[in-house]
């Protein structure tokens, strides 16, 4: 049985043809895109740099993003709640949370029902940033998963959610 080889470029010969070079040389694939993990990954890729993109404008990262959309939804949250429906360590949302506050995002009130705990709520300046941050991302994913009829990115959301859920 012969076998075919890809011819190796020579290193000392021009460069010629650049991403079509590239892209004429893929690698093989075929067992990664078989893996949720490889696809989500690729995704996901798409998606984060978008929205490191356009979130840049409002000085919002991910998690940023997250703590402040889930207080926009559910005023006076606790950091123990935040924390466990981000799955995010205390630690990293205590600087989380302290950055928010410097930045005149939140403020902590006492919680209604459990004395030793702080409510952390949006001030008004939160909550216009957070308006605004989340119209930019429901863009931006309208924007990312553009080639996906409504219903698919619905079942692909679902899917998703099946797998961490």
Known sequence: MATTRKKIPDATAPATGGAAALKAERLDTSVLEKLVGYNARRAWLVVTALFAERMAVYGLKQADFSVL?????????????????????????????????????????????????????????????????????????????????????????????????
């Open 69 to 165: 959309s889930l207080l926009a939804h559910n005023p006076g949250a606790t950091s123990r709640e935040l924390c466990a429906t981000l799955d995010i360590l205390p630690p990293n949302l205590v600087s989380l949370i302290a950055a928010m506050d410097s930045r005149g995002l939140i403020e902590r009130r006492p919680h209604p029902r459990d004395g030793r705990a702080l409510g952390l709520h949006l001030t008004p300046a939160g909550e216009q940033l957070i308006a605004e941050a989340e119209r930019a991302v429901v863009q931006l994913e309208a924007e990312a998963s553009a080639r996906l009829s409504a219903r698919e990115r619905g079942t692909l959301v679902r899917l998703l959610q099946k797998v961490y859920l």
